[in-house]
């Protein structure tokens, strides 16, 4: 409603009302500046209060600052300031962690709202440690603000990282010691033991803990274990000592042990250090040295051999066995302090100075040979084997001298038969050889060994006489060492042996057993009876001939002159009675051939005369070649000759042709057809040789003894008496007759002396 429109009391009402209003105005208008002046002097004090808790914040020993929502620091104190700088328009990262932006995750604000740390600690890039406090608060201005305190604590982190580093050192050095480490309380409650435990008695740590330290001791060995407790709490020292404990699978193992009391600050006994090192083996060594030492002293006193310890230097004596004493002859007394030298016991003094540098050489010498005097002035020989010992820290020698005269004396007799054994053997014109009897290997062999078997030393020594082809079987030395075994022995028993030329021999062998440094051996004798066995057949064979000869000489002329008359009448019947022709010829055939035997029988005869001259062996074969030839044609035969340049031989060409011409015909009638007869001469050495060869079936090894004996033959039509007339020849041409025969033919040698 407008002015215009109110009535009088209408306005003077709101008059009224508006002075009533400003009235109210005024006051409130008072009581505000009352308010504002109030609020003035709090904001002054508030100042003051404000300027004087920076200032106390400003001067404590600890890190102050207030920490913004865009993270610049609005306040530091001094102690800041000095520790890290005046922040300026820096922000925290870049103080506190040199970055150039926010940390990823802040531990004072999270999207701008302040995280409330009660305590925590910090390490910052300058290397120092603080222990921090967060309180989050609104400024006067309603910013959200972090204000921290921080107390260096560094030095107290070091501490506590030394004394960390130094617990985990210990728990390191406790738990990888080899020796078992055990904490017991007064009680003997094991509250801490060593993994080492593990490894020597088989218990894990935690298996001990809460148990009595007693329960894994040997029962014998609690009672001194309980004395040692109270005398260490008696005197708190440390103590040592040895005893036993079970191991987890039930034997006993030694252990030493070290204990040690833990005394508190207060002065009072918290517990006991157990350190135990297992020492079982060092026992064990302790127990054999001890029954070594016992040993020694035994065998040292009951020694057979002489034994004294001296000396190294002088040569003292300090001890003697009583072994020493009786070889020596002396009492103990006049031994025992004296030197080797006052007593005159080395005959060469300057052995005993070799021997000392020997023995500070090598440490020791075995089996030096000495000569040594005995208090009777015998010199005896020794065998010393001595080392150094220490007696008392001083080196001395001890000497096991073994009394060898008796061997020496042995030994020299044994050297003097082995002398003349070794000249025996070596010199002997027998063949002798020593043999090992298992395998027949060579030990020793002498000259006429190796010249009966034309080789030498040193092909056959370490090898076997089978090896070097000496027996044509294995089994025939099998059998000869069956003899040897079964002791019946072996003596002049012939055999068949090779040459290394693999020439055959015949040998009388005689066979003793001996042995040889523990090793069974054989020494055999051999002489080879090739030749005698050859002159004995040859001798038997001219006995014959001589025998035949003889014959022939006394009853060939009767014989014959009959002979001739029987055929003179047949040939007059020849003749007469042509009907019986034929028979009668026929007889005259047989007469004749009888005639021709009678002949060869004549030309056995001891007292035939023979014709020597000069002549060329290679003519007479010239002269009968086309006869050979011709021979040899008709029976489809080859003739082949080789013939060397030879020296005149004194020859009967008759007997010659006639020997040739024998053993041609004997070979050819041996030939089957297409094959060829080889006649050679040659020399051999002074001698000439004639030989001939043919390709036949060879002659039987159980005959070649009888070829040449009078009457023996293989031939249907043969007399026998052919071989027998060569062999009559050769005689008397002082050659000899040689026979080489195999499967593939057979070759005569006819060798003359040159």
């Known amino acids: ?23 109210e105005l005024r006051i409130v208008e008072l009581k505000n500046k009352e308010r504002y002046l109030q609020i003035e002097k709090l904001e002054n004090k508030l100042a003051a209060e404000r300027q004087r808790l920076f200032s106390i914040l400003d001067g404590l020993p600890a890190l102050v600052y207030l920490v913004a929502p865009d993270y610049s620091i609005r306040f530091s104190n001094k102690f800041f300031q000095e520790r890290f700088k005046k922040p300026g328009a820096d922000t925290c990262y870049m103080i506190f962690h040199g970055r150039t932006e926010p940390c990823e995750k802040c531990v004072s604000f999270d999207n701008g709202n302040a995280i409330e740390s009660l305590k925590c600690h910090r390490t910052y890039s300058n290397g120092y440690t603080y222990e921090t406090y967060n309180y989050p ?20 982190k070091q501490a506590e990282e030394a004394l960390r580093k130094s617990e985990s050192d210990l728990r390191k050095i406790t738990d990888n010691m080899m020796d078992m480490i055990r904490y017991t309380d007064m009680n003997g409650v094991i509250e801490y033991a060593s993994p080492s435990h593990m490894n020597i008695l088989g218990y894990m740590p935690e298996d001990l803990v809460g148990r009595a330290a007693l329960d894994t001791v040997h029962p ?24 036993r404990m079970k191991h987890s699978d039930g034997h006993y193992l030694w252990v030493e042990t070290i204990g040690n009391l833990i005394i508190e600050e207060d002065g009072e006994i918290s517990g006991v250090i157990y350190c135990s090192r297992e020492i079982t083996d060092r026992k064990q060594a302790e127990e054999a040295l001890r029954l070594s030492e016992e040993k020694f002293s035994k065998a040292f006193r009951c020694n057979p051999d002489p034994i004294p310890i001296m000396t190294l230097k002088e040569g003292r004596y300090i001890e ?13 007394h006049e031994v025992i302090g004296h030197t080797v030298e006052k007593l005159g016991t080395w005959v060469f003094p300057h052995e005993r100075d070799l021997m000392i540098e020997q023995i500070q050489e090598k440490g020791s010498i075995r089996d030096y040979e000495v000569m040594l005097r005995t208090k009777s002035g015998e010199i005896r020989f020794f065998l010393l084997s001595s080392e150094i010992i220490d007696v008392d820290g001083e080196p001395h020698l001890i000497c096991v001298s073994k009394d060898i005269t008796d061997r020496k004396n042995i030994e020299k007799a044994l050297r003097l038969s082995e002398e003349r054994f070794s000249k025996a053997f070596n010199s002997n014109p027998t063949a002798m050889s020593i043999t090992t009897l298992e395998t027949g290997r060579f030990i020793n062999i002498n000259e006429s060994f190796c010249h009966i078997i034309n080789s030498n030393s040193d092909e056959l020594l370490g090898h076997t006489s089978l090896e070097i082809g000496f027996w044509p079987e294995a089994v025939d030395r099998k059998h000869m060492i069956e003899n040897i075994i079964s002791n019946e022995g072996v003596r002049d028993q012939e055999i068949v042996f090779y040459t290394k030329t693999g020439e055959q021999r015949l040998g009388s062998l005689a066979v003793e057993r001996l042995d040889i440094n523990g090793q069974p051996c054989i020494l055999s004798t051999l002489l080879d009876i090739t030749e005698r066995r050859q002159m004995e057949t040859e001798i038997t064979r001219l006995d014959r001939l001589n025998l035949v000869g003889e014959m022939a000489a006394s009853i060939g002329h ?14 007059m019947f020849e003749s007469k009675y042509d009907e019986d022709k034929e028979f009668l010829h026929l007889m005259i055939e047989e007469l004749d051939r009888a005639n021709a035997i009678i002949t060869e029988f004549l030309s056995l005869a001891k007292n035939k005369m023979v014709e020597l001259v000069p002549k060329d062996l290679n003519s007479v074969l010239n002269n009968i070649l086309p006869l ?9 035969k080859t003739i082949k000759l080789e013939v ?55 002659v039987e090894p159980a005959l070649l003894d009888k070829l040449g004996t009078p009457f023996f033959t293989t031939k249907e039509q043969g007399t026998g008496l052919g071989l027998a007339v060569c062999y009559g020849i ?3 041409h002082n050659a000899r007759i040689d026979i080489n025969t195999s499967s593939n033919g057979t070759t005569f040698y006819v060798r003359f002396p040159g």
């Open 1 to 23: 409603m407008r002015d215009e429109d109110k009535t009088k009391e209408q306005l003077i009402g709101e008059l009224a009302e508006l002075r009533q209003t400003i009235s």
């Open 137 to 156: 608060f609104t400024d006067v201005d309603g910013s959200k603000m972090l204000l921290s305190f921080g107390n260096d604590i560094t030095e107290r």
């Open 220 to 243: 014998d060995d609690i009672e001194k274990i309980r004395n040692l407790s109270r005398r260490m709490k008696k005197s708190d020292l440390k103590a040592k000592l040895e005893y």
């Open 320 to 332: 003697v066995n009583e072994k020493w004493l009786d070889i020596f002859g002396y009492d103990r």
């Open 558 to 571: 009767e014989i014959r002159n009959p002979m001739t008359s029987v055929r003179g009448f047949l040939q």
């Open 628 to 636: 050979i030839q011709a021979n040899a044609t008709i029976q489809d």
């Open 644 to 698: 060397e340049h030879l020296p005149d031989l004194l020859l009967d060409e008759k007997e010659i042709r006639q020997l040739i011409l024998n053993l041609v015909y004997n070979g050819l009638e041996s030939m089957s057809p297409g094959t060829t007869m080889t006649i050679k001469t040659f020399m051999e050495g002074k001698s000439v040789v004639l030989a001939i060869q043919d390709q036949g079936q060879g």
């Open 730 to 732: 050769a005689k008397r």
